[in-house]
Nanobody, 117 residues
Framework: QVQLVESGGGLVQPGGSLRLSCAAS????????MGWFRQAPGKLRERIAH????????QYAGSVKGRFTISRDNAKNTVYLQMNSLRPDDTAVYYC??????????WGQGTQVTVSS
């Protein structure tokens, strides 16, 4: 049974940083490309970062490129998202999932990130 547990969100001021973590289980994590997604209020969920099963390649949405870094530790079945230079429009619920996940797949509870002064 797939389980995804995101953590590390919170309230941060503009320009600040957060590091999100996602513990995965129930599937062959080390053979699976992973992604970070986010859903802002009133908007559709979007994929913002992708990482191959070995840690490469990585890809980013234009809105986060140069500010966010995705990484993974296959020994810990965990994927991370380092978020720097946060902006108010980064406010959203952040989710991790398989890179190919659709809205019909299982999703964890997500972690709320709020960027506000």
């Amino acid at each position: 049974q797939v389980q995804l547990v995101e953590s590390g969100g919170g309230l941060v001021q503009p320009g600040g940083s957060l590091r999100l973590s996602c513990a995965a289980s129930g599937f062959s994590f080390s053979f699976t490309a992973m992604g970070w997604f986010r859903q802002a209020p009133g908007k559709l969920r979007e994929r913002i970062a992708h990482i191959g099963n070995t840690g490469m390649p990585t890809q980013y949405a234009g809105s986060v490129k140069g500010r966010f870094t995705i990484s993974r530790d296959n020994a810990k079945n965990t994927v991370y998202l380092q978020m720097n230079s946060l902006r108010p429009d980064d406010t959203a619920v952040y989710y991790c999932n398989k890179a190919t996940a659709t809205r019909d797949d299982y999703w964890g509870q997500g972690t709320q990130v709020t960027v506000s002064s």
